[in-house]
Every structure is written in C-alpha cells, then in structure tokens.
C-alpha cells in the first residue's frame, strides 16, 4: 500500500482505535447507571414506575440483553485494528487478511441483527414489569443497524471475491 | 477445481443478496422521503407545534422546502449507497467477480456509505437548528448526537474503500502472471 491509501490508513487506524475505547466505555457507563445502580435506577424514566424497587436479577437481565451486540461489535473493531496493521504492513493479500477481512464482514452482519434484536428484546423487557406500558415483543425498523448489517454482508463477500482472487492467481503461478 | 467451486460460491451468495439489498433500497428511501415529506409539508402542525419550536410560530413554506431538500440528500446519499450495492451483486452474479469495474465500483459504495454516513451525523447534528430557525430568541446551537451505528457504517465503509484498492492490485498481479500462462 502506498502514497494516499497508505495515509488513509494511518488515519483510519487511529480512528478505529479511538472509537474501539469509546465505545464500550460510553455502552458501560450508560447502562451501568441506568441498570446497576440501585433498585430504583429505572423510576424516573417514563417507562419505570415512581414507587417500583426492581431485584437485582430483573436489572441485570436488562443490563445483558444488548451485551451480545456490544461483544460483537468490539471483536469487529479488534479485528479490524488487527486488518488495519497488517495493510499498513503491506500484508494484504495473504490468506490471513483475507480470512480476517471475511471475519470482519461476519462479525458487524451479527452486530447489526443482534442490535436490531437487542432493543427490541429491551423495550419489551423493560415495560413488562410495568403495567401502565406493558407492550408486546415486536421488532422494530432501525436504519442504523440495518446499515451496519448490510455494510457487514458487503465486507464478508469481498472477503470472499479477494479469496478467490488468491485462488486464481496461485492456479497460475502453479503453471508457470 | 477450487476456484471453479469458489467462483459458484461467489455467484450464488451475490444472487442471494440482491433480494434484501433490494427490499431494503427502497423501503429505506421511501420510509426517509415520507418522513421528511411529512414533516415538513403534509403536516403542517409537526413542525408549528414541535416541543422546541415557540408557541404559536408559523413556518414559512421557503424554509419547509430547505428541510425536505437537506433530508433528501441525506435518505439519496444512502439510496445510492444500495444502488451501487445492487450493481456490483449484479455483476458477481454474473460472473464478472475479477474486473476492474467491479473493484472500483466496490471503491465507490465504501466512499458512499462513509460520506452518507458522515452527511447523517452533521445533518442531525444542525437538525434541531433548523428547526428552532424562526424562534423568538434565535435558533438553537446545533448538538452532536453520538449514534454508534453511525460511526460503525462509516468504519465499515472506510475499510470497504481501502480493500478494494487491494483488490484493484490484486487483479493487476493476476493479469500479469496471466499473461505469462
């Protein structure tokens, strides 16, 4: 990689890694608050009742439901720091990169549909224990994660274009 | 043989794809033109009465428009976003997976996506703005709204950009030793 793709990825990569410690500090710090600090975290909230005292185990549930897009998320970002570094490198047409490129796409497809789930399971999880709200599980549209779902399919398919790029290109190597 | 069976591999998933990619194209265009469409002409009321918005104001039809045109470009950024999109499934599944118009067009939908993404976040950042414009004491300052699933689409479309640079070299050294074949 040279010239302006090679500054692009210097950038790209700080980037990455500003927003990779961010991200889970910011998710943490709001649910933490918002779950895990006391059994009347959730009464002033619209969608928590004024006198309700929620048991540990109910804000807990709350607090884990999204955790699997955060999980998913992080591991995407980790491994994208990692692809990152191997481009910088100029290790980018190996079959390393190229798994890890297809890992990448996987990875944010999982974030995207657990995020859509995620708060929907929420929502739904949340107003159960309060009976003015109480509302049945429906999913609900989120542009966002459905982009990132979409943006995640594209990755894993060029993952796959580069693999059998790889694939050709060593079939004639092999002849020469 | 290998290739062979990763080339069908490629064709197949790129057809699969193309159903939801397409779906999603156009509900997501038509869901972001109603919504701004709505709010900013066929009900009137949504911006005259807005929780941010001085009782009584009226909203001029001049400033209406320049809300739909910016939220337009915000909902055709990534409209074209999925068109791209749906070109390149179109060309994998035909079979046309190591060319070159195929690796800038995947150059094309990573720079799409990051600017659609990057255009969202500034747009709903001078959204409230806006729509406080005609306030009595003056529009509000606009405010940054973190929204994760922003910033993850722009990371993945960056990436997608620089992977189809590689991708562009890629074909270049497969066309030389093809050459030598």
């Not at chain 1, 990455?16 to 889970?24: L, Q």
């Not at chain 1, 047409?93 to 890890?100: C, E, G, M, N, T």
Request: proline share 4%; net charge positive.
């Amino acid at each position: 990689m040279q010239g302006l793709n090679r500054w692009i990825a210097f950038g790209f990569l700080i980037a990455v890694i500003v927003f990779a410690i961010y991200y889970p500090y910011k998710f943490f710090s709001t649910s933490v608050s918002l779950h895990l600090s006391g059994p009347t975290s959730w009464q002033p909230y619209w969608w928590g009742q004024n006198d309700a005292l929620i048991p540990l185990a109910t804000r807990l549930g709350a607090f884990s439901i999204y955790l699997p897009a955060v999980i998913a998320t992080q591991a995407m970002l980790l491994c994208v720091i990692w692809l990152t570094v191997l481009l910088i490198r100029g290790d980018f047409f190996s079959l390393r990169s190229v798994r890890l490129l297809t890992l990448v796409g996987g990875l944010a497809a999982a974030a995207g549909l657990f995020g859509l789930v995620g708060w929907a399971v929420t929502d739904w999880y949340i107003l159960s224990f309060n009976p003015d709200h109480a509302i049945p599980f429906k999913l609900r549209y989120d542009s966002g994660e459905m982009g990132v779902a979409f943006a995640g399919l594209g990755l894993f398919l060029l993952g796959r274009v580069l693999r059998l790029v790889m694939l050709l290109d060593h079939e004639n190597k092999e002849i020469i | 043989m290998h290739a062979d069976r990763a080339t069908r591999s490629v064709r197949l998933l790129a057809l699969v794809f193309m159903f939801p990619v397409a779906i999603q194209g156009v509900y997501y265009t038509q869901r972001g033109l109603f919504r701004a469409y709505r709010f900013a002409f066929s009900e009137l009321d949504r911006w005259n009465m807005h929780r941010l918005v001085d009782p009584g104001t009226q909203i001029e039809t001049a400033p209406r428009i320049g809300y739909f045109l910016i939220w337009s470009v915000d909902v055709l950024l990534s409209t074209a976003a999925f068109g791209i999109g749906l070109f390149i499934l179109n060309r994998l599944r035909r079979g046309r997976i190591v060319d070159d118009v195929t690796a800038r067009a995947l150059g094309w939908l990573g720079g799409t996506l990051a600017i659609a993404r990057t255009f969202d976040q500034v747009f709903q950042a001078v959204n409230r703005t806006l729509i406080t414009w005609f306030n009595v004491a003056g529009p509000m300052p606009p405010q940054w709204d973190y929204d994760p699933s922003d910033y993850k689409t722009l990371l993945l479309g960056i990436l997608l950009y620089l992977f189809a640079g590689v991708m562009r070299q890629a074909i270049l050294v497969e066309r030389e030793n093809q050459g030598f074949v």
